[in-house]
């Protein structure tokens, strides 16, 4: 069965500073992997994912993942946080056939404050 | 955020009542999907249609009830709910289920459902 993990319910950073909100995950096989991005009062949008090729994958708003197959992990980070960033943050993944046609599955999501 | 709408967006209603939960996509989609998100757990998959068939029941109680008569709505039926199902219920839609590599779920804002 896959799954996902995001270890910290919880991440603060100051307002300016690089940010990096964490992933891991368990499938059979290789993985598709997704972030995405909830606000107050809103559904969630899509921001990245990780498909095939470069490990660094860049989407929306500044934000970036890293792949990292050995330690099954698709971390988040941005460069320089902005106060408009704070929000919830939920790692996907979904299994590469012949594994079958799986469901994406989320993790539990991982609140991100930034300070001013 | 007009791609995918979803009305009412708050509801209470008594464990006896019957009540239905309406979305609507304008991506020209052929998906959609009910998640069910609960605090601090994982989001929940409940149901999936790709061009209008049913392809996920994720073992969801017989008090929900799906429906999707075109690929731009989908509905949920509600009855004799329980406490527990109060959450906030989130509907997507994305271009197929079924494709690899997967394409990106596209959210409405949800229903607040309480259940009293």
């Known amino acids: 069965a896959q799954s996902v993990a995001q270890p910290e319910d919880q991440v603060n950073v100051a307002e300016g500073n690089p940010l990096t909100v964490k992933c891991t995950y368990s499938v059979s096989g290789n993985p598709y992997l997704f972030w995405y991005v909830q606000y107050p009062n809103r559904g969630l949008q899509f921001l990245l994912k990780?498909?095939?090729?470069?490990?660094l994958v860049k989407g929306s708003y500044g934000f970036e993942a890293e792949f990292n197959k050995s330690q099954t992990s698709f971390h988040l980070k941005k460069p320089s946080a902005l106060v408009s960033d704070s929000a919830l943050y939920f790692c996907?993944?979904?299994?590469?056939?012949?594994?079958?046609?799986?469901?994406?599955?989320f993790g539990k999501g991982t609140r991100l404050s930034v300070i001013a | 955020e007009t791609g995918v709408t979803q009305t009412p967006r708050h509801l209470v209603m008594g464990m006896t009542n019957k009540k239905s939960l309406k979305c609507e996509q304008h991506?020209?989609?052929?998906?959609m999907y009910w998640y069910k998100q609960s605090a601090k757990k994982p989001l929940e998959l409940m149901f999936v249609?790709?061009?209008?068939?049913?392809?996920e029941n994720n073992s969801v109680p017989s008090r929900f009830s799906p429906e999707c008569p075109n690929s731009s709505h989908l509905f949920l039926h509600l009855h004799t709910l329980q406490p527990e199902d109060s959450a906030l219920y989130l509907c997507?839609?994305?271009?197929?289920?079924?494709?690899?590599?997967?394409?990106?779920?596209?959210f409405g804002p949800g229903t607040r459902l309480t259940v009293t």
């Open positions: 996907a993944v979904r299994a590469i056939p012949p594994s079958g046609n799986t469901p994406l599955v």
């Open positions: 990780y498909i095939t090729g470069d490990n």
């Open positions: 997507a839609s994305s271009q197929d289920s079924l494709g690899y590599p997967p394409y990106e779920q596209y």
């Open positions: 991506l020209g989609h052929n998906a």
């Open positions: 249609y790709n061009f209008k068939e049913q392809t």
